[in-house]
């Protein structure tokens, strides 16, 4: 089992900047190909970025393609989500999530998920 715990959520003004972890916890974390979701309000929740296990496959959607950068540290059993040049249209709560599963991450089932964290994007 995995468990997940996001951090780095914060309050910014459009056109600045927010580095998202999650740290996971669980002896099989390696094991995970790890994704970022996020839902804003009154919205459902949508994928925004995943990385497979070795972190060569690398999945992003197109709103925030370019913009966001996912990236893991194995070592440190971490995952990360640079964001760059936010916009209002980013604010969400950010969720973490780890899956066993293969194949296509962006519609894949995530098996653990973090409580989430905040980003506001002011304009």
């Known amino acids: 089992q995995v468990q997940v715990a996001e951090s780095g959520g914060g309050s910014v003004q459009a056109g600045g900047s927010l580095r998202l972890s999650c740290v996971a916890s669980g002896r099989t974390y390696n094991s995970y190909n790890m994704g970022w979701f996020r839902q804003a309000p009154g919205k459902e929740r949508e994928f925004a970025a995943a990385i497979t296990v070795s972190g060569i496959d690398i999945y992003y959607a197109d709103s925030v393609k370019g913009r966001f950068t996912i990236s893991r540290d194995n070592a440190k059993n971490t995952v990360y989500l640079q964001m760059n040049s936010l916009t209002p249209e980013d604010t969400a709560v950010y969720y973490c999530?780890?899956?066993?599963?293969?194949?296509?991450?962006?519609?894949?089932?995530?098996?653990?998920w973090g409580q989430g964290t905040q980003v506001t994007v002011s304009s």
């Open positions: 999530a780890a899956t066993g599963k293969g194949g296509y991450l962006p519609t894949a089932v995530y098996d653990y």
